[in-house]
């Protein structure tokens, strides 16, 4: 199975409660290499956001919800206390981002130029799992999905910056290989996943 970080837990976590003796294998990876683990039938299923389109001959894909980007410091940064602030007034500000080609850099890029702006440099260029231990670290923001921050651990240490980002929302989705029956495990990670979903629709 493949899924985004905060996702995968919550479900996970509510499967191992209900069923304490199943296990999981679980890959968290970007969306490209788990279209690949699909293809070559290395898991049962994977929960994406869908950036681009996949081929619709190859697999199903199942919205779960629409999820926006949005922008993230650590808990330590100022501007998490500001009521309300816009894009262009952090474009000085150090920015650690997913890198441009990747499907992420795209929606970044996409959202600071529906505001007017370029994108600014970048600090670091990374995957999330470095970019988030360098915003708990230091005075950097960055993007990532909504989902990302709705499942905190109890120590979170990251905050959401108070911006409206409309125009992100790119469907968090539910994907298998076409024709291909999934087993009873994977049915019901599945089923926990579109009920996880439906609690997230009404944060």
Same mark, same amino acid.
């Given at each position: 199975?493949?899924?985004?970080?905060?996702?995968?837990?919550?479900?996970?976590?509510?499967?191992?409660?209900?069923?304490?003796?199943?296990?999981?294998?679980?890959?968290?990876?970007?969306?490209?290499?788990?279209?690949?683990?699909?293809?070559?039938?290395?898991?049962?299923?994977?929960?994406?956001?869908?950036?681009?389109?996949?081929?619709?001959?190859?697999?199903?894909?199942?919205?779960?919800?629409?999820?926006?980007?949005?922008?993230?410091?650590?808990?330590?940064?100022?501007? @998490?206390?500001?009521?309300?602030? =816009?894009?262009?007034? $952090?474009?000085?500000? *150090?920015?650690? /981002? +997913?890198?441009? %080609?990747? #499907?992420?850099?795209?929606?970044?890029?996409?959202?600071?130029?529906?505001?007017?702006?370029?994108?600014?440099?970048?600090?670091?260029?990374?995957?999330?799992?470095?970019?988030?231990?360098?915003?708990?670290?230091?005075?950097?923001?960055?993007?990532?999905?909504?989902? @990302?921050?709705?499942?905190?651990? =109890?120590?979170?240490? $990251?905050?959401?910056? *108070?911006?409206? /980002? +409309?125009?992100? %929302?790119? #469907?968090?989705?539910?994907?298998?290989?076409?024709?291909?029956?999934?087993?009873?495990?994977?049915?019901?990670?599945?089923?926990?996943?579109?009920?996880?979903?439906?609690?997230?629709?009404?944060?």
């Amino acid at each position: 199975m493949r899924s985004p970080r905060g996702s995968c837990a919550a479900v996970l976590t509510r499967l191992s409660h209900g069923y304490p003796r199943l296990k999981f294998q679980v890959h968290a990876t970007d969306t490209a290499t788990a279209y690949q683990l699909l293809v070559a039938r290395r898991v049962d299923l994977a929960i994406v956001h869908v950036i681009k389109p996949p081929a619709e001959e190859v697999v199903d894909v199942e919205t779960l919800l629409q999820d926006p980007h949005v922008v993230v410091a650590g808990a330590h940064n100022p501007l @998490v206390r500001r009521r309300r602030i =816009k894009l262009a007034q $952090l474009a000085d500000e *150090p920015w650690v /981002l +997913p890198l441009p %080609e990747q #499907p992420y850099g795209t929606v970044v890029t996409e959202v600071f130029r529906a505001h007017g702006l370029t994108v600014p440099p970048t600090v670091v260029g990374s995957t999330l799992p470095l970019r988030t231990a360098l915003l708990m670290t230091g005075p950097f923001l960055s993007m990532v999905p909504r989902v @990302v921050m709705q499942f905190p651990p =109890k120590n979170q240490l $990251l905050r959401t910056v *108070p911006i409206d /980002l +409309p125009g992100t %929302e790119r #469907p968090l989705a539910l994907v298998t290989l076409k024709n291909r029956t999934l087993n009873p495990l994977a049915h019901l990670f599945a089923d926990y996943a579109r009920d996880t979903a439906k609690r997230l629709r009404k944060i």
